[in-house]
């Protein structure tokens, strides 16, 4: 096929097609992982935080006729094996701490050294690649923190199911009397302004945060800001 000087041959334009087709599915592809990673950390952290707070309430009604003052049941996703699920299932009719079937230990109260002896079993929580646990608020960058909640690591739970502390009261926006909250920040270091939070509020509820790069806020359950 002779070529025109003037213009492409039929074949460089359709291996240019095809080649800028490939490179927009990488593109798509690449914004899908990212979307799929995104609800995969928030729903992961809240999956966990849940357990923890299910946990504290069923310890505090099994337990509440040994321990005086109850100590919070804490997860601290800095320490990963703390973020596997609590093993507190079993028959302990004699109250040694083991279940009286298998053997194996059990979370109970330990009343001779007035603290909790945990026992864990499951998987730790494991991130997408290029997701990160945000220790400290400098490591979010350009991203700001949401209004009105404290960064923290570890949450720990009371009886009633509640964080066992409430942050001191940062800047809350103007007009706002959303009593404070703590917040556990996770971010995608290699995708640009990327991040998700999970709020841990005064009541025990849970609150999924996905920060939005275009509009430079974050958007909180039923897109509230």
């Known amino acids: 096929m002779k070529l025109n000087e003037k213009g492409y041959s039929l074949i460089?334009?359709?291996?240019?097609?095809?080649?800028?087709g490939i490179l927009a599915l990488f593109i798509l592809n690449g914004f899908k992982d990212q979307g799929r990673n995104l609800k995969q950390v928030l729903h992961k952290a809240e999956q966990r935080l849940e357990e923890r707070r299910s946990a504290a309430q069923r310890l505090g009604q099994a337990n509440a006729e040994g321990i005086e003052e109850f100590s919070p049941v804490t997860i601290n996703f800095a320490d990963p094996a703390t973020t596997r699920t609590l093993k507190i299932d079993g028959?302990?009719?004699?109250?040694?701490?083991?279940?009286d079937n298998s053997g194996q230990n059990l979370t109970r109260w330990n009343r001779s050294a007035a603290r909790w002896d945990f026992y864990y079993e499951g998987e730790e929580l494991k991130l997408?690649?290029?997701?990160?646990?945000v220790t400290k608020i400098e490591e979010l960058g350009d991203i700001p923190p949401i209004p009105n909640s404290e960064l923290t690591t570890s949450i720990g739970f009371n009886e009633e199911g509640?964080?066992?502390?409430?942050?001191?009261s940062p800047t809350a926006p103007t007009g706002s009397d959303e009593a404070p909250f703590w917040a556990i920040y996770f971010i995608?270091?290699?995708?640009?302004?990327?991040?998700?939070?999970?709020a841990v509020h005064g009541s025990g509820l849970l609150e999924s945060?996905?920060?939005?790069?275009?509009?430079?806020?974050?958007l909180g359950n039923g897109g509230r800001e």
């Open 12 to 20: 460089e334009l359709l291996i240019t097609v095809v080649i800028g």
């Open 209 to 218: 945060w996905t920060f939005a790069a275009n509009s430079n806020k974050w």
């Open 128 to 133: 997408p690649a290029n997701w990160e646990l």
């Open 188 to 198: 995608d270091r290699k995708g640009g302004k990327i991040a998700v939070a999970v």
């Open 162 to 168: 509640r964080p066992a502390t409430v942050p001191d």
């Open 91 to 99: 028959v302990d009719l004699n109250r040694d701490g083991q279940d």
